[in-house]
């Protein structure tokens, strides 16, 4: 499966709900800020990530993939799809819309 875009996040579990609350500076350079409600046990908030990660970009569910910081709050993802629409949609979710 080709990959559109490399993708950093930075994720807030146990959240009121799931959203996308915009961009962020980090020393790896600039991540999504992401709030899910799940927890983080058994995996659940990562799965929460993968989910609204897809819904907000607009793919299948199965084009997120994680690529590492599965403990973490900073992960890194690989989303599958057309480049320039990603990263059109990606600009507009760190601007907040």
Same mark, same amino acid.
């Given at each position: 499966?080709?990959?559109g #875009?490399a993708? %950093? =996040?930075?994720?807030?579990? /146990?959240? !009121?709900?799931?959203? &996308?609350?915009? *961009?962020?500076d980090?020393?790896?350079?600039?991540?999504?800020?992401?709030?899910?409600?799940?927890?983080?046990?058994?995996?659940?908030?990562?799965?929460? #990530?993968?989910? %609204? =990660?897809a819904?907000?970009? /607009?793919? !299948?569910?199965?084009a &997120?993939?994680l *690529?590492?910081?599965?403990?973490?709050?900073?992960?890194r993802?690989a989303?599958?799809?057309?480049p320039?629409?990603?990263?059109?949609?990606l600009a507009?979710?760190c601007?907040?819309?």
């Amino acid at each position: 499966m080709p990959w559109g #875009v490399a993708l %950093l =996040v930075r994720v807030t579990p /146990g959240a !009121r709900r799931d959203a &996308v609350e915009g *961009r962020l500076d980090t020393p790896d350079g600039p991540a999504l800020r992401l709030r899910v409600a799940a927890p983080p046990v058994d995996g659940a908030a990562n799965a929460a #990530v993968l989910a %609204l =990660v897809a819904r907000e970009l /607009g793919v !299948r569910p199965g084009a &997120v993939t994680l *690529r590492g910081g599965e403990a973490s709050r900073r992960k890194r993802l690989a989303v599958a799809g057309d480049p320039a629409a990603l990263a059109r949609r990606l600009a507009e979710l760190c601007r907040g819309g």
